[in-house]
């Protein structure tokens, strides 16, 4: 196992893949990970919070509303089910903004 005694022994990886394959044969020194900050459980948010969880639900689409989100998706490099979310989310405040319910 060689030991790394500095970052900039670390190169660059293409995927992280490769990154796997390289540390499986190296390992930090104990200096390199004296420089690392511990991540407290007291509540410090060192981490972003962890993200909603999402429940799936079955929306049935025909294939020409399908084509068109799918390549409109695709023009703003997202995936369609996030496009999807993002569209039921906008037209869903809009509507409470109708009603009054948001400011």
Do not use: C
């Not at 030991?3 to 394959?21: C, H, I, K, L, R």
């Not at 407290?40 to 060192?46: E, F, K, L, N, Q």
């Not at 039921?88 to 405040?93: G, I, N, Q, T």
Request: proline residues 6%; negative net charge; aromatic residues 10%.
């Amino acid at each position: 196992m060689t030991t790394v005694t500095s970052w900039s022994d670390v190169p660059q990886f293409a995927s992280e893949a490769e990154e796997a394959e390289w540390w499986a044969t190296h390992e930090p020194s104990a200096e390199l990970l004296a420089g690392f900050q511990r991540v407290s459980d007291d509540g410090d948010d060192w981490l972003p919070p962890a993200r909603p969880r999402t429940r799936p639900v079955a929306v049935r689409f025909d294939e020409s509303t399908l084509n068109r989100i799918r390549s409109l998706a695709a023009r703003r490099h997202k995936g369609y089910q996030t496009l999807l979310k993002e569209f039921v989310m906008e037209r869903l405040y809009e509507e409470e903004k109708r009603e009054g319910l948001v400011g």
